[in-house]
């Protein structure tokens, strides 16, 4: 009896047939009626059971589940659901989804003809890495009567990991084999140079570099041709992650280091489809999760595991450690992007020294993000006395970052500032742009 449960359609039933036994005391003929009405609900009620507990499994489920989420993605859950019953029943489905979601109000109505099945699904969005535990598919099924509803539990405690984003990995790589990037229309990157890596000559056809012509080979077969040089490859690529307090700061439910992690995915995807070599470290106190710079084939998943568990540590980020591990690891020139984020011009002065001592050896870009709140709030038109002065404070912040770009800038340090939920797009961006100029 612990899978059966009473629809309230049956208390309301119950209530109707109270009501006729009110009217019996005034008009007596009506008691047979309310007798008759009560016989009628327990017996219906009855009937409906033994139907629906007539076999030990008439309804059939299966949660399918990805392999694993995609932190701060839309992960499609599938349900596929089978009536084996004689006749068409309702459904209704409660999935026990994991905590960290906070949704305590799921649930899915379905009808399902005999013999039939149903197939839908529904999405879950973690804004947060780590393990994911799913509690029971629940199934309540009644038939066109509802009076009774029977419990079906499936598929208990299954768990999945949530592991850096890597939904979008393949749109990324299409942008980049085309070298362009959407964000707000197509910006395409303007080829400044050639490496010295010869390819081989082929025929002029309309958009080729007319300064690669190579006049001899021209001559020697009385058609246009041109040299074609490819891309140097193995080039270093090196991502260097903040896990300090800094980063704890979260915006549109995902923290800084969050955004961090997930672009540092989706750029070691597209350096790895470029033939370069992509690594990574984390810091705070100390260098963690070091990754060196390769190409093989399982790099990105060694990426991907070394920030699985990849948290805010609460401390001030040791720069000067930062210093002496990236001396000491990278012997050789390498483009080294840090995501990190300086709020104030004197947060940069700070730690300039050791910025401009890996800037030596290295190819720097550091990544620092917008304040999209702040960024709103600049945008708006102020209502009142109180908005005006809010929007000039958020100005002056807003101008601060601009002189951390331009004091950046004067030591040959790269920049990306951006908006967090841009910050795949740009450090692509960035790196194709560097890639095309051939500066590393």
Do not use: C
């Not at 998943?301 to 690891?329: G, P």
């Amino acid at each position: 009896m612990k899978n059966l449960y009473i629809h309230t359609r049956f208390f309301l039933a119950l209530i109707v047939v109270g009501i006729v036994y009110i009217f019996a005391f005034f008009f007596p003929w009506m008691m047979m009626v309310a007798h008759v009405l009560l016989l009628l609900v327990f017996l219906a009620a009855m009937v409906e059971y033994l139907f629906l507990f007539s076999k030990k499994e008439n309804i059939s489920a299966q949660r399918i589940l990805p392999e694993k989420l995609s932190n701060g993605d839309e992960n499609p859950v599938k349900i596929d659901l089978r009536n084996s019953y004689i006749f068409k029943v309702n459904v209704n489905v409660i999935d026990e989804i994991p905590f960290q979601f906070q949704k305590r109000d799921f649930l899915i109505r379905k009808q399902i003809e005999s013999g039939k099945n149903a197939y839908f699904q529904y999405i879950l969005e973690p804004k947060e890495r780590g393990e994911y535990s799913f509690g029971a598919l629940n199934v309540y099924a009644s038939s066109p009567l509802g009076f009774v509803a029977r419990r079906f539990r499936f598929q208990k405690d299954a768990m999945l990991a949530a592991y850096p984003s890597f939904i979008h990995l393949r749109k990324y790589e299409l942008m980049a084999l085309q070298n362009e990037v959407l964000l707000g229309g197509i910006k395409k990157i303007r080829k400044l140079g050639h490496t010295m890596e010869f390819e081989q000559i082929k025929e002029y056809v309309p958009g080729d570099d007319i300064r690669t012509v190579n006049w001899k080979a021209t001559s020697k077969t009385n058609r246009l041709m041109v040299n074609q040089f490819q891309d140097e490859k193995s080039q270093r690529i090196f991502m260097i992650i903040d896990k300090g307090r800094t980063m704890k700061m979260p915006f549109k439910g995902l923290s800084l280091l969050d955004y961090s992690i997930n672009a540092s995915m989706a750029l070691s995807h597209i350096i790895l489809k470029k033939s370069d070599r992509a690594g990574m470290m984390t810091f705070s106190k100390k260098a963690e999760n070091k990754v060196a710079a390769d190409n093989k084939s399982g790099q990105l998943r060694k990426i991907s595991e070394a920030l699985y568990n990849v948290k805010t540590d609460f401390f001030e980020s040791d720069f000067n450690r930062l210093y002496q591990d990236v001396k000491f690891s990278l012997n050789q020139r390498s483009l080294v992007l840090l995501f990190t984020n300086f709020e104030t011009l004197d947060g940069l002065n700070r730690q300039m020294k050791y910025l401009r001592g890996i800037a030596k050896n290295h190819l720097l870009v550091v990544v620092f993000f917008k304040n999209s709140e702040l960024h709103q709030l600049i945008n708006k038109k102020p209502e009142n006395t109180q908005e005006v002065y809010d929007q000039i404070i958020a100005e002056k912040f807003e101008f601060e970052k601009k002189l951390i770009i331009q004091e950046l800038r004067k030591y040959g340090i790269f920049s990306v500032y951006t908006l967090p939920e841009n910050l795949n797009i740009e450090v692509i961006n960035k790196y194709l742009e560097i890639k095309a100029r051939g500066i590393l």
